[in-house]
């Protein structure tokens, strides 16, 4: 088992992961507002099909 405090440590890894959801929620919502779509932060089908089609 790794030390406190070392990489690896399942801790670690889960602060990574929110602060990745927290940065790709704020992303999401400000692509729906450029776009002029419904903003709720999740990527839908249609966030998704506006993204792919890249027209903002």
């Known amino acids: 088992m790794s ?6 440590l ?3 890894a889960d ?3 929110r602060l ?3 940065a790709t929620e704020a992303a999401t ?3 729906q507002s450029a776009c ?6 999740v990527i ?3 966030t998704w099909n506006r993204c ?3 027209k903002t």
């Open 15 to 17: 602060r990574r992961r």
């Open 29 to 31: 919502r400000d692509f």
């Open 3 to 8: 030390p406190p405090g070392s990489p690896g």
């Open 36 to 41: 002029g779509l419904g903003v709720d932060g």
């Open 52 to 54: 792919r089609s890249n």
């Open 44 to 46: 839908g089908p249609v």
């Open 10 to 12: 399942p801790g670690r």
């Open 20 to 22: 990745l959801r927290c």
